[in-house]
């Protein structure tokens, strides 16, 4: 349930990331990324009884920090360039909350799954996607979160996230999602 | 070159699903393909017979692209019987090789069937067989003849007898993907599924008895190797390492699965053997090394491998050694197998921005694109070397795809709904 809510979110995530930035698949977009960012916790925090409209622009966040929308944390999937496993500019603020908030909280456990757009061979794509995991896995160590709070799970290209077969859905594809 | 555009729709009763018809189109054939005529065979039995026996070795024949059968309609005689045959007749059309024969019940649930080939122009038999079956064998019966016909006229052993081994996906519902193993005969008739997971299936791989299946689950929310006994169901879970358990390759003797495990950091190739459950390193690079697959003689193994930058074909001895790259032509080249007499290498290879299916010849080094779709994947060779299957898309959907080695006969092969992905052509029946 958890995971299909994942999935539903970074499909929302995926299409506010697109309205927000229309031509150039790749470079920086990260005021695109803040956008989907705030509107993906919107979204996803029903679940939890976290309510959006609470955490209003100023205000301080009273609860659990990986439900507040407006906060780094909120930012759980990393998008990749193709054949790429290197993490871009524009997610290595998101990665560091993560990392600090990990490091913070040594009893709790990120799933670093990794995901692949479905071009060229599977298993390949399985290598990919155990790429960029760790390629997460690697910056979150290297500010002190322990190893035994990352789980490194890669998918390849078995699990898309956008089912069409375009640069769209495959800039989508190419990911991995952080799941607490 | 001539488009035989014949598309037979193969009803099929889907045992598990009800995903109902695969279709078999054949969209390109080899022009010169040898005139035949498969005339009905008679039945000699109460009622209908319970398979059109005839019909499957036409069926055969044709699909294959290398025969040009002779539609009933045009048969100005159905002889049954080497006496009642007028070669003239067959002459007359142009047919050079004729098949007559019979079926009949022969004891409880048993059948007998008659078969006789005939060279038209020499007026002579080439090879005739009687084979006792029974009820749930007489397709396979059928493919059997078809496979001697094939050989006793084209030189190489036919492959009709055979069956192929698939991955199926369609989304439910309520959302949820459903995922199968399946397999088939290799026309597409007597699919059943062996294997159905929520979780992601992938890289089945035939013994080379052809009596089990290699394969990876997810269905303990990350990758582990199991090997099943197709007729059984019994299965064994092989390896799940840490990180990734993938590309299960089983050694030409059966005792051994060559495999990508990420255990020490990143995907590297290990041979295991199945006998003594001990790990051996043959591949090591911090680069993804994946897909691994056996030479015929079991002496070496190509993988794939972006230690040079991006993915590309390394051979390397099985007992582990230097890798030298063998693919040079593209930017992208991965998921290597060997043809059965080990000249051929079937790749994915990236040219002109499309994945397309191709070979590249061993010992020249010369690469030939064979498909023609932008997502082709997953080749494997028939085990007469004269067919690659391969996965591809036709618009949102994964349909599988045979092309010839020589790139003139194409068919497409498609479930009416999901997506249908990773063929793997079984070895012949021993």
């Known amino acids: 349930m958890n995971k299909l809510l994942t999935l539903w979110v970074s499909l929302m995530f995926s299409v506010i990331l697109l309205a927000g930035c229309s031509s150039t698949p790749s470079g920086d977009r990260q005021a695109g990324a803040e956008v989907s960012e705030q509107s993906t916790g919107g979204d996803g925090g029903d679940g939890s009884g976290a309510s959006t409209s609470a955490a209003s622009e100023g205000g301080v966040w009273q609860g659990d920090p990986l439900e507040n929308p407006n906060s780094l944390l909120a930012t759980r999937v990393i998008y990749f360039d193709y054949d790429q496993s290197t993490v871009r500019a524009d997610y290595l603020d998101a990665i560091s909350a993560h990392a600090d908030y990990l490091a913070a909280n040594p009893q709790m456990v990120v799933r670093l799954e990794g995901h692949a757009d479905e071009r060229g061979s599977r298993e390949y794509n399985l290598g990919l996607g155990e790429h960029r995991a760790n390629s997460v896995r690697s910056l979150m160590m290297a500010q002190g979160v322990a190893d035994n709070q990352l789980v490194v799970v890669s998918y390849g290209e078995e699990r898309a996230a956008a089912y069409e077969h375009n640069d769209e859905a495959w800039a989508l594809n190419r990911r991995v999602e952080l799941v607490y | ?333 991965a998921r290597a197998s060997f043809s059965p007499d080990g000249k051929l290498l079937a790749l994915v290879t990236l040219e002109d921005g499309s994945y397309r299916i191709a070979v590249q010849d061993l010992d020249s080094g010369i690469m030939q694109v064979l498909s023609q779709g932008s997502l082709d994947e997953s080749p494997s060779f028939a085990p007469n070397g004269s067919m690659i299957i391969y996965a591809s898309k036709a618009g949102y959907r994964g349909v599988l795809a045979a092309v010839s080695v020589d790139g003139r006969v194409r068919q497409r092969l498609a479930l009416q709904e999901g997506d249908v992905r990773e063929p793997v052509w079984s070895p012949f029946k021993k």
Request: without cysteine; hydrophobic residues 40%; proline residues 7%.
């Open chain 2, 1 to 333: 070159m001539k488009k035989i555009s014949i598309v037979l729709f193969l009803s099929l009763a889907w045992l598990h699903t009800a995903l109902a018809d695969l279709t078999i189109e054949i969209t390109e054939g080899v022009e010169g393909a040898l005139p035949i005529a498969v005339v009905p065979f008679s039945w000699q039995g109460p009622g209908q017979p319970p398979v059109d026996v005839s019909d499957v070795i036409n069926a055969d024949l044709q699909r294959s692209g290398r025969f040009k059968t002779i539609p009933q309609v045009d048969m100005l005689a159905r002889p049954t019987a080497a006496e009642e045959i007028e070669f003239k007749d067959w002459r007359a059309l142009d047919v050079e090789n004729l098949v007559v024969g019979q079926v009949r019940p022969q004891g409880t649930g048993g059948y007998e069937i008659r078969f006789q080939l005939f060279d038209v122009y020499k007026g002579e038999q080439l090879t005739g067989y009687t084979i006792p079956t029974t009820a749930p064998n007489l397709r396979a019966t059928a493919h059997r003849i078809a496979d001697l016909i094939y050989e006793k006229l084209l030189g190489i052993p036919g492959a009709f007898a055979t069956r192929v081994a698939y991955i199926t996906s369609v989304r439910q519902g309520d959302g949820q993907e459903r995922i199968d193993l399946n397999i088939a005969d290799a026309d597409g008739y007597n699919p059943e599924t062996i294997v159905s997971s929520t979780e992601p299936l992938m890289s089945p791989a035939w013994s080379p008895d052809g009596r089990k299946l290699a394969y990876v689950s997810f269905e303990e929310g990350r990758s582990a190797i199991y090997v099943q006994e197709v007729y059984t169901g019994k299965r064994q879970k092989v390896t799940a390492y840490k990180g990734i358990n993938g590309a299960p390759a089983w050694s030409p003797d059966g005792r051994k699965l060559a495999m990508a495990l990420s255990k020490d950091g990143n995907p590297d190739i290990f041979v295991y053997d199945l006998a003594t459950r001990k790990l051996k390193s043959v591949a090591r690079h911090y680069a993804i090394d994946t897909e691994p697959a056996w030479s015929p003689d079991g002496r070496s193994l190509v993988f794939t491998s972006d230690r040079g930058g991006k993915p590309q074909i390394y051979r390397v001895p099985s007992y582990g050694g230097q890798a030298k790259r063998v693919t040079f032509q593209n930017s992208y080249n």
